[in-house]
């Protein structure tokens, strides 16, 4: 089993749509949760992080559920410039991350 | 601006060539940087962490010897692709933590060997 698990999509949804993302990781010891945002051949790019409470950045709704070990993102609105692969990232101590396989997202007008 | 600056963004070489990648923190200094690989459609797998002034720590399955790591100062971090094969053509890329901030990632580098 992977360490961090998502659906490697992709997610073809028109403009203005709602979209949700899942993750879903296995070890209960980590520490810290993230998005990232990664457009084709670059690096990746911090979008947030991920508090138990849940926490929002505009269009983007984070939410983790540690007892489920369950990590969402959720995009409203949707913009052709959101078309990326997000990946779900967990931070363990020393600052290592796994990173899941990433889901890609295609928006279409 | 870049936090971290990795260069160069992209080499091409024959089978056979060593390829050296530099990953350098700009303005602070990093006792810890990280390299990743990543291929085609998958995600970034780690390589190794990268220590300043020890050896690196290399995660299971990547050669020690096949990826030098170099993390002679605080700013600097070298990995190098030795006798590089067209398996090892993937996209490499390094980063560093900036406290209090979380990592920051170099602009990658993709080798491609012929």
């Known amino acids: 089993r992977k360490e961090v698990e998502q659906d490697p999509g992709p997610f073809n949804v028109p403009e203005g749509a709602t979209v949700a993302f899942n993750c879903t990781y296995s070890?209960?010891?980590?520490?810290?949760f993230f998005w990232y945002r990664q457009d084709c051949r670059k690096e990746p790019k911090l979008l947030m992080s991920?508090?138990?409470s849940g926490n929002e950045d505009g269009r983007f709704t984070a939410q983790l559920n540690r007892a489920s070990q369950y990590i969402s993102l959720l995009i409203r609105d949707s913009k052709l410039s959101d078309s990326a692969t997000y990946l779900c990232?967990?931070?363990?101590?020393?600052?290592?991350?796994?990173f899941g396989g990433g889901t890609r997202l295609m928006v279409k007008p | 601006g870049a936090v971290v600056s990795q260069h160069p963004s992209r080499v091409i070489c024959k089978s056979g060539t060593s390829v050296k990648i530099e990953c350098r923190s700009l303005?602070?200094?990093?006792?810890?940087m990280f390299w990743y690989r990543q291929f085609p459609k998958q995600s970034l797998m780690l390589m190794a962490t990268?220590?300043?002034?020890?050896?690196?720590?290399?995660e299971q399955g990547v050669e020690k010897d096949k990826f030098l790591i170099n993390h002679a100062s605080l700013t600097l971090s070298t990995l190098t692709v030795t006798s590089a094969h067209p398996e090892d053509s993937s996209f490499y890329i390094c980063?560093?933590?900036?406290?209090?901030?979380?990592?920051?990632f170099g602009s990658g580098t993709q080798l491609s060997v012929l």
């Open positions: 980063s560093a933590n900036r406290e209090p901030e979380k990592l920051f």
């Open positions: 070890n209960s010891a980590s520490q810290s």
């Open positions: 991920v508090y138990s």
């Open positions: 990232v967990v931070g363990n101590a020393g600052n290592m991350l796994t």
């Open positions: 303005d602070f200094q990093a006792t810890t």
């Open positions: 990268s220590n300043e002034g020890s050896k690196a720590t290399y």
